[in-house]
């Protein structure tokens, strides 16, 4: 099944959610025209379309591969990510400095998705090069910068995220790789697990990001340090000097992502592998989370890839696949699949939950930009603080639909989505990590409650609804039944979502293992209203747009119906999840252990 980029929803989305336009004016991104984005948007997708996506299904089959103490991943991905790195794909978004073009986040995202939708298992590769970057440019030395960035912002090297150990999955804590500050260095001695890309036959180096505790400072997070351990060492004149004492020892047997490999590392098998600190010592992990935060919005951006794939592949199968006559016809005609109404509210959900999480994911793009690139300081900080508020909303709602829809794919292809030739069943193994990546979902919820929500009492959250309610107003003004449908709903949900916020403040301290037990009850709430705020903004958009573009009233007329749908038939799920968010869960906190 090939792959075609939603280019329309995508500039859409761009345009009247993110606001690219607005974005685009602020300082640093004046190059960022119209005809710029444009441009990046129809190159990213013919490079998805025609180099990515076609190794999808055989990398799945395929899987990478550990040979002589080295990984040969599947034919095909290595070409694809050589004309990735060779069209500058990896540089959008990064600064200038170093050789980044320094593109809007938000208009980057819209490429990722593409890179993602075509190929998960391969797009992992530059989402962690990223992360790596990021780290780097807000906390390496001007040493380390000139010594990494050049490569990995030019994709001539990659960078990895190294955290998990066998002990140490979420409590990052219980650590036990260690590093001794040996002169100017350090050298590290233990073992990662779960490490994706950790290593492969893609660069000639590999710059890993390695969480590791630091000998002589106390056991718990302040005494972590946040190290670079390249594969291979880095001469002073950038060439590449010694193989450092860091290699993978296997690789994992996974449901899904076939083709990344995910590896076991293990650190000093020697000496020990020379570490270099990035930052100060025992700032390792508030370090980390740079990395982190938007490797979250990226692994919810994955979500967001994995409904569109799974969509087009189910609705491509549903056009084509005829079976029974469509219920009422007397005549016996069978039709198409696509013609039974079930198989069209199926279709319908995975198209309407996808355009939502887009949205919102979008959205959270552009407040990374102006939080970055504002000049008011005030406009800064609200931007900050908005995205902190989305961060576990995106991840967690857009990776959970991302496991319902490619469900609901397997679902309309019947019995031959049970089987792997059909492709349907790659969709959703591959989304089932998705709501463990980056902090499982559970911990994006209690993130969401008792991070996000209590830190201000609530009052990000408040200005939030306030914004929505402040918009349903405008909204109701506008003749159209569509609209007045949207608003109508949209309006209980909001006021079910400021019951169950007041709530949740009300309870945290008294009632801490109820409110936990119902986070993720409550973040599905609250996603389940921000995605439907966003179909809301669009649903207008559209209404304004057929007054002055009816050569795509097609379009505008469909988002119109998207939204509807989301708000008659999608929107109603928050009330059902009232009670369980506000206690309704306590019992699995009162039951004793051995009655489970």
């Given at each position: 099944?090939s792959y075609t980029a939603p280019l329309?929803?995508?500039?859409?989305?761009?345009?009247?959610?993110?606001?690219?336009?607005?974005?685009?004016?602020?300082?640093?991104?004046?190059?960022?025209?119209?005809?710029?984005?444009?441009?990046?948007?129809?190159?990213?997708?013919?490079?998805?379309?025609?180099?990515?996506?076609?190794?999808?299904?055989?990398?799945?089959?395929?899987?990478?591969?550990?040979?002589?103490?080295?990984?040969?991943?599947?034919?095909?991905?290595?070409?694809?990510?050589?004309?990735?790195?060779?069209?500058?794909?990896?540089?959008?978004?990064?600064?200038?400095?170093?050789?980044?073009?320094?593109?809007?986040?938000?208009?980057?995202?819209?490429?990722?998705?593409?890179?993602?939708?075509?190929?998960?298992?391969?797009?992992?590769?530059?989402?962690?090069?990223?992360?790596?970057?990021?780290?780097?440019?807000?906390?390496?030395?001007?040493?380390?910068?000139?010594?990494?960035?050049?490569?990995?912002?030019s994709g001539a090297w990659t960078g990895?995220?190294?955290?998990?150990?066998?002990?140490?999955?979420?409590?990052?804590?219980?650590?036990?790789?260690?590093?001794?500050?040996?002169?100017?260095?350090?050298?590290?001695?233990?073992?990662?697990?779960?490490?994706?890309?950790?290593?492969?036959?893609?660069?000639?180096?590999?710059?890993?990001?390695?969480?590791?505790?630091?000998?002589?400072?106390?056991?718990?997070?302040?005494?972590?340090?946040?190290?670079?351990?390249?594969?291979?060492?880095?001469?002073?004149?950038?060439?590449?000097?010694?193989?450092?004492?860091?290699?993978?020892?296997?690789?994992?047997?996974?449901?899904?992502?076939?083709?990344?490999?995910?590896?076991?590392?293990?650190?000093?098998?020697?000496?020990?592998?020379?570490?270099?600190?990035?930052?100060?010592?025992?700032?390792?992990?508030?370090?980390?989370?740079?990395?982190?935060?938007?490797?979250?919005?990226?692994?919810?951006?994955?979500?967001?890839?994995?409904?569109?794939?799974?969509?087009?592949?189910?609705?491509?199968?549903?056009?084509?696949?005829?079976?029974?006559?469509?219920?009422?016809?007397?005549?016996?005609?069978r039709v198409a699949i696509i013609e039974?109404?079930?198989?069209?509210?199926?279709?319908?959900?995975?198209?309407?939950?996808?355009?939502?999480?887009?949205?919102?994911?979008?959205?959270?793009?552009?407040?990374?930009?102006?939080?970055?690139?504002?000049?008011?300081?005030?406009?800064?900080?609200?931007?900050?603080?908005?995205?902190?508020?989305?961060?576990?909303?995106?991840?967690?709602?857009?990776?959970?639909?991302?496991?319902?829809?490619?469900?609901?794919?397997?679902?309309?292809?019947?019995?031959?989505?049970?089987?792997?030739?059909?492709?349907?069943?790659?969709?959703?193994?591959?989304?089932?990590?998705?709501?463990?990546?980056?902090?499982?979902?559970?911990?994006?919820?209690?993130?969401?409650?008792?991070?996000?929500?209590?830190?201000?009492?609530?009052?990000?959250?408040?200005?939030?609804?306030?914004?929505?309610?402040?918009?349903?107003?405008?909204?109701?003004?506008?003749?159209?039944?569509?609209?007045?449908?949207?608003?109508?709903?949209?309006?209980?949900?909001?006021?079910?979502?400021?019951?169950?916020?007041?709530?949740?403040?009300?309870?945290?301290?008294?009632?801490?293992?109820?409110?936990?037990?119902?986070?993720?009850?409550?973040?599905?709430?609250?996603?389940?209203?921000?995605?439907?705020?966003?179909?809301?903004?669009?649903?207008?958009?559209?209404?304004?747009?057929?007054?002055?573009?009816?050569?795509?009233?097609?379009?505008?007329?469909?988002?119109?119906?998207?939204?509807?749908?989301?708000?008659?038939?999608?929107?109603?799920?928050?009330?059902?999840?009232?009670?369980?968010?506000?206690?309704?869960?306590?019992?699995?906190?009162?039951?004793?252990?051995?009655?489970?």
């Open positions: 099944m329309q929803d995508m500039r859409f989305v761009l345009q009247n959610i993110a606001g690219l336009e607005d974005i685009a004016a602020l300082p640093g991104y004046e190059h960022a025209t119209p005809d710029v984005a444009e441009a990046v948007l129809e190159e990213a997708a013919k490079l998805a379309a025609e180099v990515w996506a076609p190794v999808n299904s055989s990398g799945d089959k395929q899987t990478s591969k550990m040979i002589d103490g080295g990984v040969k991943t599947p034919d095909g991905f290595r070409n694809a990510y050589a004309k990735f790195a060779e069209g500058g794909w990896n540089a959008l978004t990064c600064a200038p400095d170093f050789g980044g073009q320094h593109l809007p986040w938000a208009l980057g995202m819209a490429v990722t998705e593409m890179w993602q939708a075509a190929n998960l298992a391969l797009s992992l590769c530059p989402l962690l090069s990223q992360a790596a970057i990021e780290a780097i440019e807000q906390h390496g030395t001007p040493e380390q910068k000139h010594a990494y960035l050049p490569k990995m912002i990895t995220m190294h955290l998990t150990e066998p002990q140490a999955g979420t409590d990052l804590a219980l650590i036990r790789t260690v590093a001794k500050k040996t002169g100017d260095h350090y050298l590290m001695k233990g073992q990662k697990i779960f490490i994706t890309y950790g290593e492969h036959d893609f660069t000639p180096n590999i710059i890993h990001l390695v969480l590791a505790r630091i000998d002589g400072l106390p056991e718990g997070n302040d005494g972590l340090g946040l190290f670079i351990v390249p594969k291979f060492l880095v001469n002073p004149d950038g060439s590449l000097g010694p193989r450092n004492d860091v290699k993978a020892v296997s690789l994992e047997h996974k449901l899904g992502i076939h083709g990344s490999p995910t590896c076991v590392m293990m650190y000093g098998e020697h000496e020990g592998a020379v570490a270099y600190l990035v930052g100060k010592e025992g700032h390792g992990l508030r370090n980390m989370f740079t990395m982190m935060n938007n490797a979250r919005i990226a692994v919810g951006l994955q979500g967001v890839a994995l409904q569109e794939r799974a969509y087009q592949h189910a609705l491509a199968y549903a056009r084509g696949r005829v079976q029974c006559s469509k219920l009422g016809d007397k005549s016996g005609k039974h109404a079930d198989v069209r509210r199926m279709l319908l959900t995975m198209k309407t939950t996808t355009e939502a999480s887009r949205a919102l994911a979008y959205y959270a793009g552009g407040m990374i930009d102006r939080m970055r690139r504002e000049t008011d300081p005030a406009k800064a900080q609200l931007a900050a603080a908005r995205l902190d508020l989305l961060t576990p909303l995106v991840k967690a709602w857009a990776t959970d639909l991302a496991v319902e829809t490619a469900s609901t794919g397997i679902q309309i292809h019947g019995g031959m989505g049970f089987i792997e030739e059909t492709g349907a069943a790659q969709y959703y193994r591959d989304a089932r990590i998705l709501p463990i990546y980056e902090g499982t979902n559970g911990i994006q919820s209690n993130d969401l409650v008792f991070r996000k929500l209590l830190r201000d009492n609530g009052a990000e959250a408040k200005r939030f609804m306030d914004e929505m309610k402040d918009f349903l107003k405008n909204l109701s003004q506008k003749p159209s039944d569509d609209l007045d449908v949207i608003q109508s709903a949209m309006t209980k949900a909001v006021a079910a979502l400021e019951e169950t916020t007041a709530w949740a403040l009300a309870n945290a301290k008294s009632n801490t293992d109820a409110l936990a037990a119902g986070a993720v009850p409550y973040l599905r709430i609250f996603a389940t209203v921000a995605g439907g705020y966003m179909m809301a903004k669009m649903a207008y958009a559209a209404h304004q747009a057929l007054f002055h573009d009816s050569g795509n009233a097609p379009y505008y007329n469909t988002k119109l119906i998207t939204a509807r749908f989301f708000a008659e038939a999608l929107l109603p799920q928050v009330y059902g999840l009232m009670a369980p968010a506000m206690g309704g869960c306590r019992t699995a906190c009162q039951i004793a252990n051995d009655q489970f």
